[in-house]
């Protein structure tokens, strides 16, 4: 089981210093932009009363390099704070992930100027250094094209999930790596523990609000040995006090909820411009039907709409209609009542344990089948390496293709994989 104890914080402020000068990612020597004069400075004592009253961990970070990835908001912020707290020598990094052409008129939340300058603004704050790496080459090849191929088939990606998986947990993993560094922390809300036989275990977050472990369900023994997630055991309220009691710029900013590289409501004209001259199958008009082939309507293209979707679909009908499956080859968008969207059976592939074990035999378990979403019980077949029959039990609303399915036993994440097919009526032929 688990290691849960841990030694209460006595946690010392730290000393600070002047502002620092730090390389921006071409190299040159760039000036981070002045703190307002009124954010508050806390002394030793008053610094070491606060953070006593948060399980941040002991202090064992004496000697030690950290790279902290910063996204300009305050999860971050407060995590290289903690960090820094329990005597990391704390190194802050930006990722600069997606450039959007001027056109788009979208400017990115997580990756824009801003963003960079807010990161840069709570290390100067805190007195660590800071750099920023473009990694847009990285973010393209791994979450960008897959986020396109995905929704070109008429399945549901997950970026965010896919950008853990390709950018922050390999690439960004192994340029840590080469700084020297004996970790990577993220502002995720998630836990790692340790069991007495060395083996890590990757749990939900202390805060159900806010717990990011069912997009963390890919990392293997040898990430959750080199990461580290300060938030784990904290809620949302305690981190913005956190922030707001060290004076962090980024006490009170607003959190980004929407797909960073793509505006609100605009996925569609954005997949169909990465498409090109293979859009027009995704974006021509074309029949909706139900279950049984009947005419009910006309689709506007195909790449507006998503599994389980009600909304927008422009048909009257004695019953809502929910979208039950895409069928690209014929341009055909099938609906039907919510009743058809229920299932007992799902096929998933690209399935990986967090233990680096397959499994022999099935197992019971919970299943998420939507980010945050409600925990159902389960048995979990293991096929060929890869790939399992999922038996659910009690399973309510839509099952989409491309969504992640992730494994849980209690707190602790198992592993999981990729929705391919289910066994509901409208969905039979996804694949």
Same mark, same amino acid.
């Given at each position: 089981?688990?290691?849960?104890?841990?030694?209460?914080?006595?946690?010392?402020?730290?000393?600070?210093? #002047?502002?620092?000068?730090?390389?921006?990612?071409?190299? &040159?020597?760039?000036?981070?932009?002045?703190?307002?004069?009124?954010?508050?400075?806390?002394?030793?004592?008053?610094?070491?009363? /606060?953070?006593?009253?948060?399980?941040?961990?002991?202090?064992? @970070?004496?000697?030690?390099?950290?790279?902290?990835?910063?996204?300009?908001?305050?999860?971050?912020?407060?995590?290289?704070?903690? /960090?820094?707290?329990?005597?990391?020598?704390?190194?802050?990094?930006?990722?600069?992930?997606?450039?959007?052409?001027?056109?788009?008129?979208?400017?990115?939340?997580?990756?824009?100027?801003?963003?960079?300058?807010?990161?840069? #603004?709570?290390?100067?704050?805190?007195?660590?250094?800071?750099?920023?790496?473009? %990694?847009?080459? +990285?973010?393209?090849?791994?979450?960008?094209?897959?986020?396109? *191929?995905?929704?070109?088939? @008429?399945?549901?990606?997950?970026?965010?999930?896919?950008?853990?998986?390709?950018?922050?947990?390999?690439? /960004?993993?192994?340029?840590?790596? %080469?700084?020297?560094? #004996?970790?990577?922390?993220?502002?995720?809300? =998630?836990?790692?523990?340790?069991?007495?036989?060395?083996?890590?275990?990757?749990?939900?977050?202390?805060? +159900? *609000?806010?717990?990011?472990?069912?997009?963390?369900?890919?990392?293997?023994?040898?990430?959750?040995?080199?990461?580290?997630?300060?938030?784990?055991?904290?809620?949302?309220? +305690?981190?913005? +006090?956190?922030?707001?009691?060290?004076?962090?710029?980024?006490?009170?900013?607003?959190?980004?909820?929407?797909?960073?590289?793509?505006?609100?409501?605009?996925?569609?004209?954005?997949?169909?411009?990465?498409? !090109?001259?293979?859009?027009?199958?995704?974006?021509?008009?074309?029949?909706?039907?139900? !279950?049984?082939?009947?005419?009910?309507?006309?689709?506007?293209?195909?790449?507006?709409?998503?599994?389980?979707?009600?909304?927008?679909?422009?048909?009257?009908?004695?019953?809502?209609?929910?979208?039950?499956?895409?069928?690209?080859?014929?341009?055909?968008?099938?609906?039907?009542?919510?009743?058809?969207?229920?299932?007992?059976?799902?096929?998933?592939?690209?399935?990986?344990?967090?233990?680096?074990?397959?499994?022999?035999?099935?197992?019971?378990?919970?299943?998420?089948?939507?980010?945050?979403?409600?925990?159902?019980? #389960?048995?979990? &077949?293991?096929? =060929?390496?890869?790939?399992?029959?999922?038996?659910?039990?009690?399973?309510?609303?839509?099952?989409?293709?491309?969504?992640?399915?992730?494994?849980?036993? @209690?707190?602790?994440? /198992?592993?999981?994989?990729?929705?391919?097919?289910?066994?509901?009526? @409208?969905?039979?032929?996804?694949?």
């Amino acid at each position: 089981m688990p290691t849960t104890d841990r030694p209460a914080p006595s946690i010392p402020l730290m000393p600070t210093g #002047a502002p620092i000068v730090v390389p921006s990612a071409a190299g &040159a020597a760039c000036a981070a932009r002045p703190l307002s004069e009124a954010l508050p400075r806390l002394s030793p004592d008053q610094a070491r009363a /606060l953070l006593a009253r948060y399980d941040v961990g002991p202090i064992d @970070g004496e000697g030690q390099t950290i790279v902290v990835a910063m996204s300009g908001g305050v999860d971050s912020a407060v995590t290289a704070l903690v /960090l820094r707290e329990r005597g990391y020598r704390v190194v802050g990094v930006n990722m600069r992930l997606y450039n959007p052409p001027d056109e788009q008129g979208f400017i990115n939340p997580c990756c824009s100027i801003d963003a960079m300058e807010d990161a840069r #603004a709570t290390c100067q704050r805190i007195d660590v250094p800071f750099y920023a790496m473009n %990694m847009a080459k +990285e973010f393209e090849a791994g979450v960008i094209d897959r986020f396109v *191929r995905e929704y070109a088939s @008429g399945r549901t990606p997950n970026p965010c999930l896919e950008c853990n998986r390709y950018v922050k947990f390999r690439h /960004l993993i192994d340029k840590a790596r %080469m700084l020297g560094a #004996a970790g990577l922390a993220t502002g995720h809300y =998630a836990r790692i523990e340790r069991d007495e036989d060395g083996g890590y275990h990757l749990l939900r977050a202390v805060d +159900e *609000r806010k717990d990011q472990s069912y997009v963390l369900h890919t990392l293997d023994q040898k990430q959750l040995a080199y990461l580290l997630f300060p938030l784990g055991r904290l809620r949302k309220t +305690e981190v913005r +006090e956190l922030a707001r009691g060290f004076g962090l710029p980024v006490a009170d900013k607003p959190e980004s909820q929407d797909i960073c590289f793509v505006a609100k409501g605009e996925h569609a004209g954005f997949v169909a411009r990465r498409l !090109g001259d293979e859009a027009e199958r995704m974006t021509t008009p074309g029949p909706i039907v139900d !279950g049984a082939g009947n005419v009910l309507g006309q689709h506007r293209g195909l790449l507006h709409y998503t599994v389980g979707q009600r909304r927008g679909l422009g048909i009257a009908a004695r019953e809502p209609l929910f979208v039950l499956r895409l069928d690209p080859r014929r341009n055909l968008l099938v609906v039907g009542p919510r009743s058809e969207l229920a299932t007992s059976r799902i096929v998933a592939d690209g399935v990986s344990f967090t233990s680096g074990d397959w499994p022999e035999t099935p197992f019971d378990c919970q299943i998420v089948v939507r980010y945050r979403g409600t925990a159902y019980p #389960a048995t979990v &077949a293991p096929g =060929a390496p890869g790939s399992v029959v999922v038996h659910a039990t009690g399973l309510a609303g839509a099952v989409a293709p491309g969504q992640a399915i992730v494994f849980y036993r @209690g707190d602790e994440v /198992l592993g999981g994989g990729t929705i391919r097919a289910t066994d509901a009526p @409208g969905l039979s032929a996804a694949s």
